[in-house]
């Protein structure tokens, strides 16, 4: 995927990353770690927390923990790459774009995601795909991708 | 973890420790909205907040109105000082009053203590006490608290000296209250006739010596002395107390080599505080202001979800 990015995006000098709380974080670490021995050099690195920009963050309860938004680089005028572990209704994908517009704007926001389990609610379509996996709306699919332990990606059918 | 588990703030009696950390580590994450280029989110679009002032407060209010706003609620300031009440309106009336207007959140700040927990049992939506009488300023105290925290690294076990009109503060009430839950040690100090004569309730120790209270602390919480106490004969001079209990160098000496001063403000420069020590590297005043709007950005962030059927905080039981 990461030299999917790079072939795509116009190179390593405007690029960066934002991974998406919590699931994106380790994804994007991973992509810069890859990017960076490619091109001997890591492209910036952020994270978004999407919780204060939910679609029904007014009425649902609120969320009982917000991690940090840190952007620590400017996003205007360069190419950001968006990342995310599972892409399911794109409505997680929407509240991103929109924190990431409030810190700058971005001369083009990409979408990257590990795995792509469809059932969209919202017109948003990813620009890389590591895994299209079917579930049905009563199946789990979890994600881990950390330093703890090895990589798993596990499919629960819906009873 | 389960939703946060009450409607109202009233008082800081009846937060759990763990309620309060909870409320603290939201503020971090509304921190750092306000320091973004763009600072304001959309999480409580199409909610309203009413500001109702009895008493008026140029800061409190003002912080107040900004944490809404950054969060996109809908505030509105009502200054009943100078409206209804000099119309001759009731508190329950306003109450009705406000019901109709279907709010949210009503933040209220009272002369007389008491009120806001009255307001709360009247209107169905979520009550905010910013000061009533001299009962209690809970968002005082968790932006003091969520200070403390930045500068100090933890909130535990700290020596936190409270110095100055203690008897008819809710500032200090309310700071005492919370600081207890971590176990810091609380010593009050000012002349004798503004400390209260039930100190004991709050778990504080009393000193008459400012040197003596001011020894070894972490914090010193500066409060501001009022001018109208000299009519109630309970100070003799403003120059007197100065004199006494004033802050300046020399007794910030006597705190920890990186102890922190603190003031709710407006500050009477001078009075309880000298220029040096205000303007000093150890004076958090400014760090406090920035920590209000966080604190009540997750406050209203917390309250003006879902209303829920559970307990004011600061409602016994």
């Known amino acids: 995927m990461a030299v999917a990015i790079l072939?795509?995006?116009?190179?390593?000098?405007?690029?960066?990353?934002?991974?998406?709380?919590?699931?994106?974080?380790?994804?994007?670490?991973?992509?810069?770690?890859?990017?960076?021995?490619?091109?001997?050099?890591?492209?910036?690195?952020?994270?978004?927390?999407?919780?204060?920009?939910?679609?029904?963050?007014?009425?649902?309860?609120?969320?009982?923990?917000?991690?940090p938004t840190d952007i620590p680089f400017d996003v205007s005028g360069r190419h950001v790459v968006l990342i995310d572990d599972v892409l399911q209704s794109g409505r997680t994908v929407r509240a991103a774009i929109e924190c990431l517009q409030d810190h700058g704007r971005p001369a083009r926001v990409w979408l990257a995601v590990l795995c792509d389990r469809g059932d969209r609610e919202l017109p948003v379509a990813p620009d890389f795909v590591g895994r299209t996996i079917e579930v049905d709306d009563r199946g789990r699919l979890d994600v881990w991708i950390d330093a703890a332990g090895p990589d798993r990606v596990v499919l629960t059918e819906g009873e | 973890m389960e939703p946060f588990a009450h409607r109202h703030l009233l008082?800081?009696?009846?937060?759990?420790?763990?309620?309060?950390?909870?409320?603290?580590?939201?503020?971090?994450?509304?921190?750092?909205?306000?320091?973004?280029?763009?600072?304001?989110?959309?999480?409580?679009?199409?909610?309203?907040?009413?500001?109702?002032?009895?008493?008026?407060?140029?800061?409190?209010?003002?912080?107040?109105?900004?944490?809404?706003?950054?969060?996109?609620?809908?505030?509105?300031?009502?200054?009943?000082?100078?409206?209804?009440?000099?119309?001759?309106?009731?508190?329950?009336?306003?109450?009705?009053?406000?019901?109709?207007?279907?709010?949210?959140?009503?933040?209220?700040?009272?002369?007389?203590?008491?009120?806001?927990?009255?307001?709360?049992?009247?209107?169905?939506?979520?009550?905010?006490?910013?000061?009533?009488?001299?009962?209690?300023?809970?968002?005082q105290a968790l932006l003091d608290a969520f200070t403390i925290r930045k500068h100090r690294g933890t909130l535990e076990n700290l020596i936190v000296t409270i110095c100055g009109d203690v008897?008819?503060?809710?500032?200090?009430?309310?700071?005492?209250?919370?600081?207890?839950?971590?176990?810091?040690?609380?010593?009050?100090?000012?002349?004798?006739?503004?400390?209260?004569?039930?100190?004991?309730?709050?778990?504080?120790?009393?000193?008459?010596?400012?040197?003596?209270?001011?020894?070894?602390?972490?914090?010193?919480?500066?409060?501001?002395?009022?001018?109208?106490?000299?009519?109630?004969?309970?100070?003799?001079?403003?120059?007197?107390?100065?004199?006494?209990?004033?802050?300046?160098?020399?007794?910030?000496?006597?705190?920890?080599p990186d102890a922190i001063v603190m003031h709710p403000g407006p500050m009477n420069r001078g009075v309880e505080i000298e220029s040096a020590v205000a303007d000093s590297d150890r004076s958090v005043v400014l760090d406090q202001v920035e920590a209000g709007v966080a604190v009540r950005m997750a406050l209203l962030y917390l309250l003006a979800g879902e209303a829920t059927e559970s307990p004011a905080m600061g409602e016994a039981g």
């Open chain 1, 7 to 67: 072939e795509a995006t116009s190179g390593i000098e405007d690029l960066t990353l934002v991974g998406i709380r919590r699931g994106g974080v380790a994804l994007a670490a991973r992509i810069a770690d890859e990017i960076a021995q490619a091109e001997g050099k890591a492209p910036p690195v952020g994270t978004v927390d999407i919780s204060l920009y939910r679609d029904d963050a007014a009425t649902a309860l609120p969320n009982p923990k917000i991690g």
């Open chain 2, 167 to 256: 008897a008819h503060s809710r500032v200090a009430r309310s700071n005492a209250r919370l600081l207890r839950l971590f176990g810091c040690e609380v010593r009050v100090v000012g002349p004798r006739t503004l400390l209260p004569t039930a100190v004991d309730s709050l778990g504080v120790r009393v000193y008459d010596r400012l040197d003596e209270a001011l020894q070894g602390v972490d914090v010193v919480m500066v409060l501001r002395i009022q001018s109208e106490r000299l009519q109630g004969a309970l100070l003799p001079s403003l120059r007197e107390y100065a004199r006494t209990f004033g802050i300046g160098s020399k007794q910030m000496a006597l705190a920890k």
């Open chain 2, 11 to 139: 008082d800081i009696e009846g937060l759990t420790r763990a309620e309060v950390e909870r409320i603290l580590d939201t503020a971090e994450a509304f921190f750092e909205v306000s320091r973004r280029p763009i600072r304001k989110v959309p999480t409580l679009r199409g909610k309203t907040v009413i500001n109702l002032f009895y008493e008026s407060s140029t800061r409190t209010r003002t912080s107040f109105e900004l944490a809404g706003k950054r969060l996109s609620a809908d505030v509105i300031n009502m200054n009943v000082s100078v409206s209804s009440v000099s119309k001759g309106e009731t508190l329950q009336d306003t109450c009705r009053t406000l019901e109709a207007m279907h709010p949210d959140v009503v933040v209220i700040r009272h002369w007389a203590a008491g009120a806001p927990s009255y307001v709360a049992s009247r209107v169905d939506c979520s009550v905010i006490n910013a000061g009533d009488g001299m009962h209690a300023h809970p968002t």
